[in-house]
């Protein structure tokens, strides 16, 4: 049914990963709706609105946009938290390859036309603790700002 | 050590407590009210404990599990005592919400596969009738469709191949990405085609008037 032998299949953790994800989204007072795209049910990506001023924080309302990818289990899980705002402002809590800092985890943040990267280590990188770190950090970031 | 600081960002001044063997942002340790002086991992779980239940913490670790884990490690990751993970580690598993892989050296917990099935495919049979089902396994197959088109292969297996040989991290992310959105689009298709299959008879079942 699953075509994966002997262990966990990685798509159906991709699905659950989400799906608890969006219920940890739901249960932020930052967070005001969630919707799963390109379905609502069997989504591949996540869109939060984001709403500042509900936590006491003067800035614009925002989207967070949240992947997760599980593959084999010899690879690493790899997922991204993209936020952007009504100013366009544009920042992310990512966690896979790319060509910047050593290692995966990065925060990166648009200036102009390109991002600025730095390295960024995760305290866990269970789907629902990661939902709680990235808005601790968002709201540092906004608070910043 | 100890270091009085103000942290960027901050309206108070919060004390710093490191360990200078060990260092990271998350070691800073809080003193009453000046709870700023934690690192943002610290104070997301802060706000995780604040806003849901013991309960509901093992629950959501335990079922967004990528691979089975000892009770020891989804305490950590709940945030919870290891008493208070196993109590609920075995009420999760008498609902067939989890199953348990006892081991030589510990037992281990996973989501169990099945119950996560039925749970996505109840919510479809409540959510949608047969005909949107039929509509919703067209658009399924139309991305994977799509995918086939845009990168020139049959398969996910083919394009995780491809990403293996990108020349940048990038293009390495980009075919990743790509794979793993067709095999969960296929795992859908899956799910979407037993609705539509046994529409009948879930949906008599779902209204209390089973044939």
Known sequence: MCGFDGGHDPRQASHEALRGIREQLRRHPMITTVDGLPHDTLHTELRANVDPSSIGVDAPRGTLTVRWFVSAPTEPVRFTFHYSDESGFDCGWHHHEQDHVAGLGHYQQRTAETYTYEEFTFGSKEPSRVVWEVLEELQTVMAER | MITVDYRRGSLQPAILVYNPNNWNRDNFIRF????????????????????????????????????????????????????????????????????????????????????????????????????????????????????????????????????????????????????????????????????????????AIDRGTPA
């Open chain 2, 32 to 203: 009453g009210t000046l709870s700023l002086c934690m690192g943002n991992s610290a104070r997301g779980v802060e706000a995780w404990t604040e806003h849901t239940t013991a309960f509901d913490r093992v629950r959501s670790i335990v079922e967004a599990l990528d691979q089975a884990r000892t009770a020891q490690y989804i305490a950590d990751a709940a945030a919870v005592s290891e008493t208070t993970a196993n109590n609920h580690l075995k009420r999760l598993a008498e609902m067939n919400v989890i199953r348990t892989i006892t081991g030589e050296d510990a037992t281990r917990y996973e989501p169990d596969p099945l119950y996560a099935r039925f749970r996505t495919l109840r919510g479809l049979i409540t959510d949608h009738d047969h005909e949107e089902l039929l509509e919703l396994k067209g658009d399924l197959q139309a991305q994977i469709e799509d995918a086939k088109q845009q990168y020139g292969v049959g398969s996910p297996t083919a394009l995780r191949e491809q990403a293996a040989e990108a020349d940048t991290a990038a293009e390495t992310m980009d075919c990743i990405e790509a794979a793993s959105d067709w095999e969960l689009t296929r795992y859908h298709l899956s799910i979407v085609e037993d609705a539509i299959e046994n529409y009948t008879e879930y949906a």
